[in-house]
């Protein structure tokens, strides 16, 4: 039972961590965007999307969407630069996110450990009585 708690309160805070980390900067999207501008609309489409995803804070829908656009033959040296650049400043943000999710995390499950060391100690004193 209190490892279901513990693991119930990590899960919690590694949750509200993922979503909360996110929003806290931004990735710029202008330079994709402006060398897209004038591409197909099947291309348009999948910038769209994938810009959409980055404002999102959906990390991996973006990336999924960047890497379909530069498997794509006909892209200018300017749209690939502008792909690449984009995926590395969403894979930065990524890792940022994690990291701030797992140090979230290591606190959550400390704050845990001593709200159970605590009971553990009440429940203690209250059989010696």
């Known amino acids: 039972m209190k490892r279901t708690s513990i693991l119930a309160a990590l899960l919690a805070a590694l949750a509200l961590g993922l979503t909360a980390c996110n929003k ?10 402006s060398s897209f501008s004038s591409a197909e609309s099947t291309v348009k489409a999948e910038v769209d999307k994938a810009v959409s995803a980055v404002k999102n804070a959906d990390y991996a829908g973006a990336a999924a969407s ?9 892209l200018t040296p300017d749209q690939q630069q ?22 979230q995390a290591s606190e959550a499950l400390k704050k845990a450990q001593d709200g159970a060391g605590k009971a553990m100690q009440d429940v203690g004193g209250a059989l010696k009585k």
């Open 24 to 33: 806290d900067g931004s990735v710029d999207t202008s330079k994709v965007e």
């Open 66 to 74: 960047l890497k379909k656009l530069a498997s794509n033959a006909k």
């Open 82 to 103: 502008s792909v690449k650049d984009l995926l590395a400043s969403i894979e930065d943000k990524a890792k940022e996110a994690l990291s701030k999710a797992g140090d």
